[in-house]
T-cell receptor, first 114, second 111 residues
Framework: AQSVTQPDIHITVSEGASLELRCNYS??????LFWYVQSPGQGLQLLLK??????LVQGIKGFEAEFKRSQSSFNLRKPSVHWSDAAEYFC????????????FGAGTTVTVRA | NAGVTQTPKFQVLKTGQSMTLQCAQD?????MYWYRQDPGMGLRLIYY???????DKGEVPNGYNVSRLNKREFSLRLESAAPSQTSVYFC??????????FGPGTRLTVT
């Protein structure tokens, strides 16, 4: 069975500071990994994805994530946070072994203070 | 391009009432999905349709039915609503092996 754990429910960060969101997954083969962002009252928007190849993935809005197979992790990072990055972030895992269905983590809410 | 559209945006039902949530996509995707989102639980898959003409249960299918009307449309029906079905419902679409695109959601309250 596939699953995702996001250990941090809520993170507060100062504007301009760096941000790292943790994601650990369980999957029986090479996973497809995703990070989505959800602003209040909105749907989910894809930030970045990993299917194969380079383990450091660049996404939109200045985000990047690193796939570490040995740690079953896919952590999301941003060097300098902007107030508009306040949102909820979801990590998801899927792949051909699971008919490409996605399993989502419970989400991490990011608050940005001035 | 509208992407994935959902109707209605908001709905209030009484216990035992029925309703259908509509979803349509204009990206010619083969696969479509219905999720529910509850606080602290992320998104949970209710039903999905890997291709036109097929539907399968996800993680939380009880109390729901779906219809893949054609390649564009995938509806979710609550036959007898219960307060436990109060949630935000998202429809998504994708091609197999690619990212899913999400609609704006339907906020449902069952009293």
């Amino acid at each position: 069975a596939q699953s995702v754990t996001q250990p941090d429910i809520h993170i507060t960060v100062s504007e301009g500071a760096s941000l790292e969101l943790r994601c650990n997954y369980s999957y029986g083969a090479t996973p497809y990994l995703f990070w989505y962002v959800q602003s209040p009252g909105q749907g989910l928007q894809l930030l970045l994805k990993y299917f194969s190849g380079d383990t450091l993935v660049q996404g939109i809005k200045g985000f990047e994530a690193e796939f570490k197979r040995s740690q079953s992790s896919f952590n999301l990072r941003k060097p300098s946070v902007h107030w508009s990055d306040a949102a909820e972030y979801f990590c998801a895992v899927g792949g051909p072994a699971g008919d490409y269905k996605l399993s989502f983590g419970a989400g991490t809410t990011v608050t940005v203070r001035a | 391009n509208a992407g994935v559209t959902q109707t209605p945006k908001f709905q209030v039902l009484k216990t035992g009432q029925s309703m259908t949530l509509q979803c349509a996509q204009d990206m010619n995707h083969n696969s479509m999905y219905w999720y529910r989102q509850d606080p602290g639980m992320g998104l949970r898959l209710i039903y999905y349709s890997a291709s036109e003409g097929t539907t399968d249960k996800g993680e939380v299918p009880n109390g729901y039915n779906v219809s893949r009307l054609n390649k564009r449309e995938f509806s979710l029906r609550l036959e007898s609503a219960a307060p436990s079905q109060t949630s935000v419902y998202f429809c998504a679409s994708s091609d197999p092996g690619n990212e899913q695109y999400f609609g704006p959601g339907t906020r449902l309250t069952v009293t």
